[in-house]
């Protein structure tokens, strides 16, 4: 009966091991500039996106595009949601994506293309709550994020890409 518990015990040792075997302490790197959350933002970040529909191009500030995606979190989620917010910090090929909640921060760099008319993310940094995600747990967190852009529901971009500050989604190549 011994051997048995010490078999048990010794299968969870090893599961848990390989489960945390891509978790470290620490957090993704982020930019140290603070994106401005506020309503002004967003309002003229909707209405570049409503012109963007009928222009067939648009290109948000850093601001614009996290105030947006923030007010629509509080307005669809209200207290109950597990989202607080977003922040989203663009540089030339590069985006670092914030998302706040009352658990902790989930931070996640990468660059963000259109592969075959379907947006997808290539992450090369993510974190959760102070642990850093590394190796076949990051190419899951990739993997279900790519999953979920590949919603009909969500539309076809055939252009999207990060620059300076600004965030450029349009409807030609």
């Known amino acids: 009966m011994l051997n048995r518990k010490n078999l048990v015990v010794s299968f969870v040792v090893v599961l848990l091991v390989a489960m945390l075997a891509g978790c470290a302490a620490g957090g993704a790197t982020m930019p140290e500039e603070d994106v401005e959350i506020s309503m002004d933002a967003a309002m003229a970040g909707q209405q570049k996106a409503m012109e963007g529909l009928m222009m067939g191009a648009a290109t948000l500030s850093d601001s614009e595009i996290s105030s947006l995606l923030t007010e629509l979190i509080k307005q669809n989620m209200g ?43 290539d992450l090369e940094q993510a974190a959760a709550m102070g642990m850093n995600v590394t190796g076949p747990l990051l190419d899951i967190v990739e993997g279900a994020i790519n999953r979920a852009l590949n919603s009909p529901e969500l539309g076809v971009a055939l252009m999207i890409e990060a620059g300076d500050g600004e965030l450029m989604v349009g409807m030609d190549q």
């Open 79 to 121: 207290d109950m949601g597990l989202l607080t917010g977003v922040t989203i910090q663009t540089e030339p090929g590069m985006m670092y994506i914030s998302l706040d909640s009352p658990m902790g921060a989930v931070e996640l760099v990468g660059n963000v293309e259109v592969v075959d008319n379907i947006v997808q993310v």
